[in-house]
């Protein structure tokens, strides 16, 4: 007989553990919900403001290209001089740094 009460009482501790476990696994789920909607929202406006800024810049981007265009087309000798000295420069640079890293390796 006393064992039959000491196997109901626990079989009825363990039914109340499983009822607290599904009660705990019930709160749990709900606050990965809340929480699973907040970075979904987080994330939503992060990916707007990103979207704006990214049109903003491309907007600003065409807008200054329209300008040096316009510029080049007005002056193309001035243009022409500019580009090639830039890419005189761009040249010398690249030979300096080229001789600067050999002479570097002879040591």
């Given at each position: 007989m006393a064992d039959a009460n000491l196997a109901q009482d626990t079989r009825a501790n363990i039914e109340a553990?499983?009822?607290?476990?599904?009660?705990?696994?019930g709160r749990l789920s709900k606050s990965l919900q809340a929480r699973a909607s907040d970075v979904a929202e987080d994330a939503e406006d992060a990916f707007e403001t990103v979207k704006s800024r990214a049109a903003g810049a491309a907007k600003t981007?065409?807008?200054?290209?329209?300008?040096?265009?316009?510029?080049?087309?007005?002056?193309p000798?001035?243009?022409?001089a500019v580009l090639s000295s830039a890419g005189v420069m761009g040249l010398l640079v690249g030979f300096a740094a080229g001789y600067i890293l050999a002479s570097g390796t002879r040591r």
């Open positions: 553990q499983i009822i607290e476990l599904r009660n705990e696994m981007v065409r807008r200054q290209a329209h300008v040096v265009s316009e510029a080049i087309g007005e002056n000798g001035t243009a022409a």
